[in-house]
């Protein structure tokens, strides 16, 4: 008997798999994050080198996914919508193009680089996201300039910027366009800032 019902439990279980729902396919969606800079001016042969370390992801800013900050205060990161690359990676990289396309300094170079840097930045990116009882998006990071005079360093500023951008729906879309939209403010401030020093 035990040998008759272990041998039709497959049968048994096999008709029982049509009756469980199918899920359904979400398909996974990478987004750019790279607002373009203004149009470019030629670099000032006469300006300073500037020496841009990698800006740190602060807390939160570890996932690729895009967030939003719900009306109960909590913030979700979707699994399906995320940004191509890690969004304080994108940030340093934006910032690069947007101080190179500036034309204020002579070059803009990354760690490692052989030219001797006048200034050096640094900084993190603290936040990213939608905010959708405001009807906006934000992007918010930290910067330091930095002095570099014969090897000795001083800090000349440092200084929190806010980038916000008006939130044109609720898809995901709009979300991206919005966040690209904030951090492009946040990018025209810091250029602002930096090129004080230049």
């Known amino acids: ?14 008709g029982c798999s049509s009756l469980l729902p199918k899920q359904k396919y979400i398909a996974q ?14 670099a000032n042969t006469a300006g300073k ?11 939160g800013m570890n996932s690729q996914g895009i967030q939003i900050l719900q009306a109960d205060g909590s913030v979700s990161s979707s699994y399906y ?24 300094f002579s070059a803009v170079v990354s760690p490692g680089s ?26 918010a990071l930290t910067l330091v300039v930095i002095q570099n005079l014969n090897g000795n360093t001083r800090p000349l500023a440092q200084q929190r910027i806010v980038g ?6 609720t898809d995901y879309a709009a ?16 250029v602002s800032l930096i090129s004080r020093f230049s």
Do not use: F, Y
Request: aromatic fraction near 2%; charged fraction near 15%.
């Open 1 to 14: 008997m035990k040998r008759r019902m272990i041998v039709a439990a497959p049968v048994l279980l096999a």
């Open 29 to 42: 969606v990478s987004w750019p994050l790279n607002p373009q800079p203004p149009a470019s001016s030629a």
């Open 49 to 59: 080198v500037v020496l841009l370390r990698g800006l740190g992801a602060g807390p």
């Open 81 to 104: 919508n995320t940004w191509a690359v890690a969004p304080a990676d994108a940030a340093t990289e934006v910032l690069a193009a947007w101080l190179t396309a500036s034309g204020a």
């Open 114 to 139: 052989r030219l001797t840097a006048n200034l050096i930045v640094e900084g993190e990116l603290s936040e990213l996201l939608s905010d959708q009882s405001a009807g906006e998006a934000k992007a």
């Open 164 to 169: 916000i951008a008006k939130l044109g729906g």
């Open 175 to 190: 979300q991206v366009a919005a966040q690209n939209a904030a951090l492009a403010d946040a990018m025209r401030q810091a």
